[in-house]
């Protein structure tokens, strides 16, 4: 069981938005400013996408942006596209003892 | 050009001992901390290990913590995985990661993953 929870799934038609949601508590998530999101494509390497909970990578589609609310992270996909379709993971730091925590993943699937 | 490039995987039986390299270029290797996440079959990714820049600070998730050690040789731009008493669930693909510059529990750059399989 991973330590961050997000949905297994989620979609949305091209040109729409999705919110991937990343959930966890006062020692990960909650407790830093220390989200990341990946994305991953089948068989290749993650890719990161969003990192510090809203900035974005040089290279990175200003469709993919990044906030937090308390206890839960989201990723918003605006104006989707094929090639989104992919796994998306997030992270957090999780303080010394636990370091870095990943999300179980979400299968975003353009329809 | 960031180049990661992992090297060494292969089968190895349960109890047994694999040992993991990474080549990095196309940034200054001393001045940043790596990474080891790995990935099980049709799994999420999973937190390994992690090596400060200059090799004498190392972290470990619970689950390798005293069979697997972190090292790195600066002078060859290489970090490494010892894993020792490999377990069945130790099977997964292991990426290397370098961390972000500003963002230290961020990975910004993977290499391709090397797989590393545990069975009898």
């Known amino acids: 069981q991973s330590a961050l929870t997000q949905p297994p799934s989620a979609s949305g038609s091209p040109g729409q938005s999705v919110t991937i949601s990343c959930s966890g508590t006062?020692?990960?998530?909650?407790?830093?400013?220390?989200v990341s999101w990946y994305q991953q494509h089948p068989g290749k390497a993650p890719k990161l996408m969003i990192y510090?909970?809203?900035q974005r990578p040089s290279g990175v589609p200003d469709r993919f942006s990044g906030s937090k609310s308390g206890y839960t992270a989201s990723l918003t996909v605006s104006g989707l596209q094929a090639e989104d379709a992919a796994d998306y993971y997030c992270?957090?730091?999780?303080?010394?003892?636990?370091?870095?925590?990943f999300g179980g993943g979400t299968k975003l699937t353009v329809l | 050009e960031v180049q990661l490039l992992e090297s060494g995987g292969g089968l190895v039986q349960p109890g047994g001992s694999l040992t993991i390299s990474c080549a990095a270029s196309?940034?200054?290797?001393?001045?940043?901390?790596m990474n080891w996440v790995r990935q099980a079959p049709g799994k999420g990714l999973e937190w390994v290990s992690t090596?400060?820049?200059?090799?004498?600070?190392?972290y470990y998730a619970d689950s390798v913590k005293g069979r697997f050690t972190i090292s790195r040789d600066n002078s060859k731009n290489t970090v490494f995985l010892q894993m020792n008493n490999l377990r069945v669930e130790d099977t997964a693909i292991y990426y290397c990661?370098?961390?972000?510059?500003?963002?230290?529990?961020?990975?910004?750059?993977w290499g391709q993953g090397t797989p590393v399989t545990v069975s009898s």
């Open positions: 196309g940034f200054t290797f001393n001045t940043y901390a």
């Open positions: 510090g909970v809203t």
């Open positions: 006062s020692s990960d998530v909650g407790g830093y400013n220390s």
């Open positions: 990661a370098k961390v972000h510059i500003t963002s230290p529990r961020t990975y910004d750059c």
């Open positions: 992270s957090s730091y999780a303080g010394s003892n636990s370091f870095v925590v």
């Open positions: 090596i400060n820049f200059s090799g004498d600070t190392t």
